[in-house]
């Protein structure tokens, strides 16, 4: 909920009124329902319990699941912002559907696990620009500047989780010591 609270905070200074923090709340899990009601009572949020029933392990495959993801989908992609997990096929076709709306909404949304791919996609390298010596103990890998890294995933701390083509090594490293390198044909 922290980067929820952000966009309303920034929202309420840009409108200077106290907004209705409305949130529209899509889960396979009850209990985060639940808990959104009882931690977070100042937000008003839209979800649907019989969708989080449907989408449960148990009744994955069944018609109504699929009906539910289809309604998440599109009613994630109507928000203003969007908070979720890119490694959710949900939350990427939702955010998709949001770059067809808005011009650019990658400011739009927030992931809290990886960064945006899709399935499918070349490797998502990147390079090293800076020298870093790990921390073996916090599972660091070591950087040597021009090193290509495999990029598995941004942790949003200031760490990436990638593999060292030149080591071998997997691990986290500082974010800012690497750069995109942007393929063409």
């Known amino acids: 909920m922290k980067h929820v ?3 309303f905070d920034i929202f309420d200074l840009k409108t200077s009124s106290k907004n209705k923090r409305t949130v529209y709340l899509a889960t396979d899990d009850l209990s985060v329902m639940e808990e959104a009601k009882k ?8 979800m649907d319990e019989i969708n989080a029933q449907t989408a449960s392990l148990n009744n994955r495959y069944s018609p109504e699941s699929a ?3 289809i309604l ?6 109507q928000c203003n912002f969007l908070v979720c997990t890119l490694s959710s096929q949900v939350c990427r076709m939702a955010y998709e559907i949001q770059q067809t709306i808005y011009p650019d909404a990658s400011w739009r949304f927030r992931s809290l696990d990886d960064i945006y791919y899709f399935g499918g996609q070349l490797r998502n390298n990147v390079e090293a620009v800076l020298d870093h010596e790990p921390n073996h103990g916090l599972g660091e890998i070591e950087l040597k500047k021009g090193d290509l890294i495999g990029i598995a995933g941004n942790h949003w701390d200031g760490y ?3 593999k060292n083509l030149r080591t071998q090594e997997e691990g986290l ?5 690497v ?3 942007i393929d063409s044909f």
């Open 179 to 181: 750069k995109k390198i």
């Open 39 to 46: 931690e977070y009572s100042n937000y008003y949020f839209i």
């Open 160 to 162: 990436s989780k990638g």
């Open 72 to 77: 998440d989908i599109y009613f994630l992609s």
């Open 67 to 69: 009906q539910g993801v």
């Open 5 to 7: 609270k952000e966009y």
């Open 173 to 177: 490293f500082p974010s800012y010591k």
